[in-house]
């Protein structure tokens, strides 16, 4: 009985882990794939697709296209600064804004909070009409300038709906300890409450930047001007002219996927804890 | 009513006006400009309010009503094909993924959630190129399992293309509910599973009959979630598919025939005032997902938190 019952254990256990593998399998293939015959030759892509590279087969020509054909440094730049200068505004205003919708009771401040949350439901997709129209009148079309104005708008309602509830936490003494030595409430919360909340600082900066870092939607229609465009956009037209170009298009597809996941794998502890800490319900 | 109550603390507009101002012109702004954009038309050359001329357009204009029930129908075929698969997979794999003593749960996890990361772009082109009768890579590995004659270059049949697309969608976000609902499971009280164990529920009923009432909530926000994204859905069909929706505009849906719209394509010019109607229609459709969830799914499935 007692034997019977730990052979079902190791049983489902092996059936548990088969069915785990075979998951992590389909999850990852594709992407190895696609790396594995950047290497190769045009021959060995089509010949023997599935193998790793032999030294008869071997070939970074790819590369060579990709680093001659399109202007990847300026789009990774690009996108690099769209990105970064996003996310820091993002968090600065997001701070200021859940650290006044958190610490103080005055009046509108339940109407400001749902003002501000309406935005993590309703895409800001569907005003691109008007934004487009509002960028062309301000002359920022094909600017960097607009993708940024449209990444904060985007991810701040997240941002401040998270760090509204993070700063509710932190404790009331140690804020009052601050005024009782006399500083200024923007002291209070760039010295005092945004260190304690750095944690989850993290986790917005790292669920905010994906979808900045991944968006084709606005670079297509607000800068598409070869000066301002970012990498999503450039992978995308680069793999549109080459399409034939077998060894060209998996060479930028590895290259656009590499970075990518090199940086989830750095961070994928503080976005697992994230989402696993309930900071997304 | 010390007089300390009546001065105005100019920290708290000054903390909330970068954040507010931005959202605002950025955000709020534009929606509302695009819905009252949607009552305009252009008339030699100016710019007129013509009621809700470019709704009768949109849904009686033959031209303009047959794309736009495509692609809507369309759509709730995508979001059909996430809820019954992407989401009850997400909720087998949690479930698998927090049963106890499991070993090398991190790895599973941090792997399974790599494509939610890529972009689209990556995305739909890595799939495009393995799925290609070009290179074989999809018919080779049927052949392995016995199974090559199955083999059809699915993204381009008009029969298959839109399920193709969807089940790669599903393929990309499958991380996403595996992470909120083992989140949500990990959550749950151990009492509350030993009280149950007590009384004799183990092994899949205990999952049926305790856990999964105690997840609803979860599931609800990834049902809603799944929603929203899936209606403003684009890149993916833009990057695999083109703006056209291709082939034969079966797999066309409403993010593809916006940009169509507004924006222009090929031979067809964009036009502000029935892509901004579009935009509504979009937004309203989205609102009463939202509302529907909040007022209706929400306030059932509160009483079962703790």
Known sequence: ?281 | MTPKIKTIRWHIPLLLLPAVIIYSAIMIFPLLATLNLSFFNVEEGKQVFVGIANYIVLFGNEIYSEKFWNALGNNAYFFMIHMLVQNPLGIILAAMLSSKKLRFTAFYRTAIFIPAILSFVIVGFVWKLILSPLWGIAPDLLDMIGLKSLFLPWLGKEAYALTTISLISVWQYIGIPMMLIYAALLSIPEEVVEAAECDGITGSSLFWKIKLPLILPSIGIISILTFVGNFNAFDLIYATQGALGGPGFTTDILGTLLYRTFFGFQLQLGDLYAGSTLATVMFFIILAGVCGYLFGVQNRLRRYQF
């Open chain 1, 1 to 281: 009985m007692h034997l019977d019952k730990k052979f079902s254990h190791i049983g489902r256990s092996i059936f548990i882990h088969t069915f785990l593998i075979c998951f992590t399998i389909l999850a990852l293939f594709p992407m190895v794939i696609v790396i594995i015959n950047s290497f190769k030759t045009r021959k060995g892509i089509f010949r023997e697709p599935l193998s790793f590279p032999t030294a008869e087969t071997f070939s970074i020509k790819g590369y060579e296209t990709v680093i001659t054909g399109g202007d990847f440094q300026l789009y990774f730049t690009n996108s690099f600064i769209v990105t970064s200068v996003s996310l820091f505004f993002i968090l600065l205003f997001g701070a200021m804004a859940s650290y006044a919708l958190s610490e103080y009771r005055f009046k509108g401040n339940l109407f400001m909070g749902l003002f501000l949350a309406f935005g993590i439901m309703i895409p800001i997709r569907l005003g691109t009409v008007a934004i487009l129209k509002l960028m062309v009148a301000t002359g920022l079309v094909n600017t960097l300038t607009a993708l940024i104005l449209v990444y904060i708008a985007q991810g701040l309602p997240l941002c401040i709906f998270i760090l509204t509830e993070f700063m509710k936490t932190v404790s009331d003494d140690l804020k009052n300890a601050g005024r009782i030595d006399g500083l200024s409430e923007y002291r209070i919360l760039f010295t005092l409450v945004i260190p304690l909340i750095r944690p989850a600082m993290a986790t917005v900066a790292v669920f905010s930047m994906i979808p900045i870092w991944n968006d084709l939607w606005f670079p297509l229609i607000l800068a598409s001007g070869e000066e301002v465009k970012t990498i999503t956009l450039g992978a995308q037209n680069f793999i549109g002219q080459y399409l034939t170009n077998w060894n060209a298009v998996l060479a930028a597809l590895s290259l656009a996927i590499l970075p990518v996941v090199i940086l989830y794998l750095i961070f994928s502890r503080q976005l697992i804890r994230g989402i696993t800490s309930g900071a997304v319900k």
